[in-house]
């Protein structure tokens, strides 16, 4: 988007840092969760409750990154300002997994989004509020007028039956595989009475 390639980016958070430089639409999709994860069976013993002296780990172009703990989690947390020597970028899940093998972390801190049915982790910290003002919406450039038709459409489908059928499916099409329902992450579903043609 930067070197101007696309107009926008479908399914982004809405983060301080990303308003700087991109528009957003309405968000269709709720905030999510965030939590500090280890090994199964946490083997270092570690307590999120103090990051002092430890090595974190965050997914490099993530959003839940070391400035949202020290943004947001200043009161709760001790450490939470990760000075620069002890937070480690890893490329994709996975290679925060393998420092996690290696030692080379003590945990990383992730969403909850992508923790859901994983068997390799563990998650060692409660439920910590979201990092991010806002949830998932389309990020555009601010020199596209995208947004000048997308905002519209996003607001009618919103308002429809239809969005609640969406909602639905995520139960309907995607129940048996774990991860977020609809209640997490769809603004006012209310369930199969009001879908269309419900009772």
């Not at 399914?11 to 968000?27: A, I, P």
């Not at 269709?28 to 069976?41: A, D, M, N």
């Not at 969403?111 to 806002?134: I, K, M, N, Q």
């Not at 609640?164 to 048996?176: K, S």
Request: aromatic content about 10%; overall charge negative.
């Amino acid at each position: 988007m930067m070197a101007g390639w696309y107009e926008g980016c479908i399914g982004w958070r809405v983060t301080t840092e990303r308003k700087l430089f991109f528009d957003f639409s309405d968000e269709y999709e709720k905030s999510i969760t965030q939590v500090f994860v280890s090994l199964p069976g946490n083997p270092g013993n570690f307590d999120y409750r103090d990051l002092t002296g430890k090595k974190i780990g965050f997914v490099d172009g993530f959003s839940s990154s070391e400035q949202c703990v020290a943004d947001n989690y200043a009161d709760t947390i001790i450490g939470a300002d990760i000075p620069p020597e002890n937070v480690v970028r890893c490329p994709g899940i996975d290679g925060c997994i393998q420092a996690l093998r290696n030692n080379e972390i003590d945990a990383f801190f992730i969403s909850t989004a992508v923790t859901g049915g994983r068997t390799d982790v563990e998650v060692v910290s409660e439920l910590l509020p979201s990092c991010w003002p806002g949830g998932c919406a389309l990020m555009a450039r601010k020199d596209s007028c995208v947004l000048e038709w997308f905002q519209p459409a996003l607001k009618k489908l919103m308002s429809s039956p239809e969005y609640e059928e969406i909602c639905q499916n995520i139960i309907d099409e995607h129940g048996d595989q774990p991860g977020r329902g609809p209640d997490e992450m769809c603004f006012k579903f209310r369930g199969n009475d009001n879908i269309k043609g419900g009772q």
